[in-house]
């Protein structure tokens, strides 16, 4: 008998071999599963940012109760939670200059209940200052919109002979690295504001980094540091009780708080401006719908008379940014800050 030729697969042959080399039924059942759920997924978060905030929302402020940036966001987040109809609960989360309390929120969950208040050290600063922050500022998070803007105010021990910034250059030269100076911390906006005060002018000085703001203005006071290149808030009752001199502010213009304190650029020190900032995020993933009402009550409270008179009053410049704007900004400052810790040899405490 002639032997018979073997038929060909089929197109029905071809189709079950391709399912059962691809899982068949299954993954198709699996894709559809997995397609499902993601609508359902979808579905809620759209249901969820439409009642959003149905509770309280927490804030975190990766610094100490009392410091600039925990009353600036006490101002503004008490605004925005009358008009919401929710409170924001603020969670002060200090440490490892604000990297604690930041990657508390890049890890949490991107429903927005959990907010990040934070400032420049730990949005900008720390990502050239530290190895491993344990979080990513351009990537890990959402942003909303940058909130205000402090300038640094020069202050000095009342006991300090210099009565100008110029005197106080003159004096320091005299006196390598013999003048100390406050600040919260390695890598913190004033510690910054001194070493770049140290490259622009030539005078070489000694830093002294404080865990505690307040620790830090009894012992300016008390003449155990000469002068500090502080943020308003945390010495306007010193300055009011005359217990310490501002000898100018390091802003392009005066503050209205301050308005019979020069600016640097008008005493001679030209091309140095320093300030620290503070910035509304939310965890990355969070709802756009959720970003944008945030967006939208920020604008509108930070809009409100009062409140922006209050920030005026202890040194903050309220501003307001879209989240691109935001995002551009935070890796601006983080280019901007780099030559100079780098200049400075700043290192994170304990490298």
Known sequence: MPRQKHAGPTTTDRSERNDEFLGGTTLRTDIRAALAACAVVLACASADAQTYPARPIQVVVPFAGGSASDVVARLILDKMGTSMGQRFVVENRPGAGGNIGTQVVAAAAPDGYTLLYSASG?????KTLMANLGYDPERDFAPITLSAVLPNVIVVNQKLPPKTVAELIDYA????????YGSVG???????AGAYFEQVTGVQMTHVPYRVTGQMVTD????????SFQLLPNVQAALKAGQIRPLAVTSEKRLAALPDVPTTAEVGVKDYVAAAWFALLAPRGTPPEIIARLHKEYSAAIA????????????AEPTVSSPDELARFISSEIVKWRDVVRNAGITAEGQ
């Open 304 to 315: 409100d008379p009062g409140l922006r008179e209050r920030l005026l009053e202890i040194g």
């Open 220 to 227: 300016l006071i008390a003449g155990e540091t000469q002068l």
């Open 173 to 180: 030269k005299a006196r390598p690295k013999q003048l100390y």
């Open 122 to 126: 730990p949005l900008a600063v720390n």
């Open 186 to 192: 390695n890598g913190s906006s004033q510690h910054l």
